[in-house]
């Protein structure tokens, strides 16, 4: 049985629809979310032997704290549960760091120390997130600096005692003991903001690099932007896959949709190289070995990546899972991409090359 | 078989593989807080700073970290504002001290009899340039002693206060190699020095710690524990069992000035409790390791003795004209080796700039596992390296049904991730969550490799067997061209990762560029070498 015949262009089609499709769901709906990593916040991550009621926790935290959200998924396997809760930034805290944003460091210290003082003491007392001992540094601080130093170390000791807080009362309401499996995180939202400005550089920068690597090995142009542009179709597959999974980009899944590039252009470069460097046979009869192999290699692959799914699905092994998801969608469309995409472009492509020579 | 044996790779394979399992075996892996539970800060600094000032917050934070005792904290910089520091300690009411102490500006200070000599802000810098003394020398080949100084500049204010306080606190002891000898002072250096807290130490320590050490841990020299309450301005009792009248007497009266109480942990529930109802906030003090209670407890961070010189010794009175004051000063010891001289100096040079971090800190971010959570984590990362490859192999026997060819695949992808691991222990890398995901992809990858050679090593297999001979060297090269692009492009994707403050990544990004390294350049050439042995003996039967 052969794949690629005569009319092999009509297969274009194929890659075309779905990346419109795909196109939709990643950035319109149901679109992707930036996770806590990139954006700030709590997110606590436990496992327990007996089902829990957690129903008080939302309401409780809610009506303690001012928080825009507070999204709470159980998960279930085979012997265990668990619950992933994630918490929105702390708007009381969020406004104080607006507030300090705004303090004039120019002024004479007095004058400074009571504006910190109404500004930024009173609040976060008020709401319980700091006690005296905490600002003893404001009220001491001899200089600006360190004065600024003790603004800073005071927010961050506040963000401190609402995370703890919050962490309490989960706790308390679960029952949980000082041996429980439990994972705490807190991101803050600069670190969020300078994780984003991060992996957009190296998001390029990998971009960047993929395209010399392949010029390099290829010398030329149309098969080398053929496999990049499949590269791409992709990333953008595993994009979709994230939406529909409602799995959001974060410090895991960033590198994830990275090695996705380097994992699925093995199957485009198998084929451009057979393609074209293979004379013995004809362009569409070398796509056609080359799609044996290349499907060999994409299900082994993605019987492995099946299994890591399913074993960190049963055991609640988030990052691996998310990992997981996102290489299943991108060998997926990898499939489409190199095989109804890539393959016919370049069949095409060598074809006409042959015909010049002739 | 044997001449399969002689080639170079194979042999460098075998060789390669025993040191792996050498080191697996006796250094063994390193986990990090993902898998042995534990912290990890992510900490930001307000701006970027010089590689010398990233690594010096870095030491001033590993030491505020040490404070709490032997946590196996792991600090890193990475990028040009970021330090990440992973500590096993997962408790969230311990976690929010570290952090505390993390940021709270210290406050230093040198103290002789109870009375401050000069404080972090009177430093005005510490000269690291050796042309000043900075540095250790060798003065004692034999015994391999070496010598450790290091100067730093105090304020004027500062030195003339400094040379007044010190006059004359040395004592004459006889004379050696012709030389005056003298015996003098001690100075303390502390960092927080309790100020308006009242100290109780139970009876029971203060025996045992009668006489302090002049170093956190034992040593041959000792101070009695009265003479370092001296240094104190706060008022201390030594507490048997339960307050006495007296002591009830003075504690209530010291509330009017002190409304903190350190305590030793042996003090009794109702001796706090007395207290708590004087209205005093009472902290427990724990020992940290072995460190003595009465340096971590009161913030002593060093003993240093005055030196003759500094002490105009050879002056009659302050008022006379050849009185000195000196504003660069040093500070200088004696130890044993170069390594333990070089610690020692940036130790002390740590402790007099730790009243401030150079930059302060914007935030911090904070992900804790329990060790119960971790150890789940860790046996579920190991059943799916084992099941993933396992699933190798039934898929590829079943698309080749050629036992032969795909026993290797599973021994050479077997001795890659042993050969991987091998590495990581090698360079004392933390394992991680990230990490196996990345020994996960490098799997993956290798078998796509693997199964690249076989195809085209098998294609073409029908026609004549002498041709077929022939070409499988060719071939070869043919599947070593499309692994080599494959694995540039992989490396391309995984560099960026490096170097952009993604400190957490890092281990994903090392696992799969180490992973392809040594996929294509040892385990898939022994794998081409196989399978070409095995199809070319195959044919030719």
Partial sequence: ?????????????????????????????????????????????????????????????????????????????????????????????????????????????????????TTIVQPLEEKGFITEDDYLDI?????????????NELIIIANNNFTNQV???????????????????????????????????????????????????????????????????????????????????????????????????????????????????????????????????????????????????????????????????????????????????????????????? | MRKLIKKPIFIFWIILLLIAIIFLATKGLSFGVDFSGGTAFQIVLEHPVSSDQLNQVKQIIEKRIDKFGSKDAKVTPSGSQYILAQFAESDSEEVTKIKDTILRQGNFEAVLNSEVLFSGNDIKTIFKDPSKGYGSRLIDRTNNVYQWTLPFLLSPEASQRFAEMIFHKCVPTGYGDGQQEYDCEKTYFFIDRPKDQIILID?????????????????????????????????????????????????????????????????????????EEIGYVVTVKEKEGDTFWMWSSLGLESVISITPGVANMDVPTIDSPRFETFTQLTISGQATGSEEAKKRLDDIDIILVSGSLPVPIESISTESISPYLGRD???????????ALLTVAVVLFIRYKYLKLSLPILLTGASEILLLLGVLSVISFRLDLAAVAGILATIGVGMDDNIIIIDELLRGRKKGVKEHNDSLMKKTKNAFFIMFAAAATLAATMIPIFGLGLGKLTGFAVTILIGAAIGILITRPVYALIARKIISSDSSD
């Fill in chain 1, 1 to 117: 049985m052969k794949f690629f015949k005569k009319n092999y262009s009509k297969l274009m089609y194929i890659p075309l629809v779905l990346g419109i499709i795909a196109l939709f769901l990643a950035f319109v709906y149901p679109g992707l979310e930036k996770g806590i990593d990139l954006k700030g916040g709590n997110q606590i991550n436990i496992h327990f032997d007996d089902q829990k009621d957690f129903s008080l926790i939302e309401p409780t935290l809610k009506e303690k704290f001012n928080l825009a959200e507070v999204h709470i998924s159980e998960t279930k396997s085979i012997n265990q549960y668990g619950l992933l809760i994630e918490l929105s930034l702390q708007e009381d805290i969020e406004l104080v760091k607006e507030q300090r944003s705004k303090l004039d460091y120019t002024a004479n210290l007095e004058t400074v120390k009571e504006q910190v003082n």
């Fill in chain 1, 139 to 151: 009220t001491l601080a001899k200089n600006i600096p360190d004065l600024k130093a003790g603004v």
């Fill in chain 1, 167 to 358: 962490t309490n009362i989960i706790k308390g309401q679960l029952d949980l003991t000082d041996d429980s499996k439990i994972q705490i995180r807190e991101v803050a939202p600069t670190l969020g903001k300078d994780f984003v400005r991060s992996s957009a550089k190296a998001g390029i920068i990998a971009f960047a690099l993929l395209v010399a690597v392949i010029l390099l090995f290829f010398r030329e142009i149309i098969p080398s932007g053929l496999i990049i542009l499949a590269a791409v179709f992709d990333v953008i597959f595993a994009l979709a896959g994230m939406a529909i999974f409602n799995i959001s980009l974060s410090l895991t899944t960033i590198p994830a949709l990275l090695m996705l590039v380097g994992y699925s252009v093995d199957t485009d470069i198998l084929l451009t190289a057979r393609v074209l460097k293979d004379k013995t046979e004809g362009p569409i009869d070398s796509a056609n070995t080359s799609i044996k192999t290349g499907l060999t290699m994409t299900i082994t692959t993605v019987s492995t990546v099946i299994v890591m799914l399913l074993i960190s699905y049963f055991s609640q092994l988030l990052v691996v899972f998310e990992i997981s998801v996102i290489l299943l969608c991108g060998l997926v469309g990898d499939v489409i991409s190199t095989w109804t995409f890539n393959a016919p472009a370049l069949i095409r492509y060598a074809e006409r090359k042959n015909k010049n020579r002739h």
């Fill in chain 2, 203 to 275: 009876s029971t320590l203060y025996f045992e710690e009668k006489k302090v050490p002049t170093t956190p841990e034992l040593a041959s020299d000792f101070i009695p524990i009265e003479e370092l309450f001296d240094q104190l301005t706060v008022p201390h009792y030594v507490i048997d069992q339960n307050l006495d009248s007296e002591q009830l007497v003075n504690i209530t009266s010291d509330f009017n000035t002190y409304k903190k109480a350190i305590v030793s942990p042996g003090i009794s529930e109702s001796v706090k409790e007395q207290l």
């Fill in chain 2, 377 to 387: 984590f860790l046996k579920t990362s190991l059943w799916i390296g084992i099941f």
